[in-house]
């Protein structure tokens, strides 16, 4: 799944950005992404609250009365 999102991102994720964007090694890329996926969650809430709002909502499961 991929999110596409529009942020102005702090010195923080500049720099995670321009580290992972130096890295050609695949393990090196993917502790960057986690460490980026990390530092948004924590520090820009806007961000999560927009994807909050953006994913899916799960359907009101069925409510059968011989269950209750």
């Given at each position: 799944m991929k999110f596409y999102i529009?942020?102005?991102p702090c010195?923080?994720?500049k720099a995670i950005?321009?580290?992972m964007s130096e890295n050609t090694d695949e393990i090196q890329t993917d502790e960057?992404?986690?460490k980026f996926?990390?530092?948004?969650?924590?520090n820009h809430s806007e961000?999560?609250?927009a994807i909050i709002k953006?994913?899916?909502?799960?359907?009101?499961?069925e409510d059968f009365p011989w269950f209750k």
């Open positions: 529009e942020f102005e010195k923080e994720c950005i321009s580290e960057g992404s986690k996926l990390r530092h948004i969650t924590y961000i999560v609250q953006d994913f899916p909502k799960e359907a009101k499961k």
